[in-house]
Nanobody, 118 residues
Framework: QVQLVESGGGLVQPGGSLRLSCAAS????????FGWFRQLPGKEREGVSC????????YYGDSVKGRFTTSRDIVKNTVYLQMSSLKAEDTAVYYC???????????WGKGTLVTVSS
């Protein structure tokens, strides 16, 4: 069974940086894409980024382009989201997910909270 565990969330000041990790277990990392999503209560879920675990191709949502970077470590079976120049509007619960394509995610982690505040 696929399991995804996010970590690295916390409180950070505006303009600061934070790195989220998503540890995957239960299958081979090479054959799936990984996505990062975020959501606040009462708001729609927003796609943040997507990365192919096979060739590293990445995609980003318009609101995070140039500030966030996603990467993967095949040996560690871990995907990362490096967030920089953080803004208050980046505050959300961030979820890691995986599936056959960026538009189809079959498995989700439980999320990690990121709060950007002074």
């Amino acid at each position: 069974q696929v399991q995804l565990v996010e970590s690295g969330g916390g409180l950070v000041q505006p303009g600061g940086s934070l790195r989220l990790s998503c540890a995957a277990s239960g299958y081979t990392l090479n054959y799936y894409v990984f996505g990062w999503f975020r959501q606040l209560p009462g708001k729609e879920r927003e796609g943040v980024s997507c990365i192919s675990s096979r060739d590293g191709t990445t995609y980003y949502g318009d609101s995070v382009k140039g500030r966030f970077t996603t990467s993967r470590d095949i040996v560690k079976n871990t995907v990362y989201l490096q967030m920089s120049s953080l803004k208050a509007e980046d505050t959300a619960v961030y979820y890691c997910a995986t599936g056959p394509s960026c538009n189809v995610m079959n498995y989700w982690g439980k999320g990690t909270l990121v709060t950007v505040s002074s």
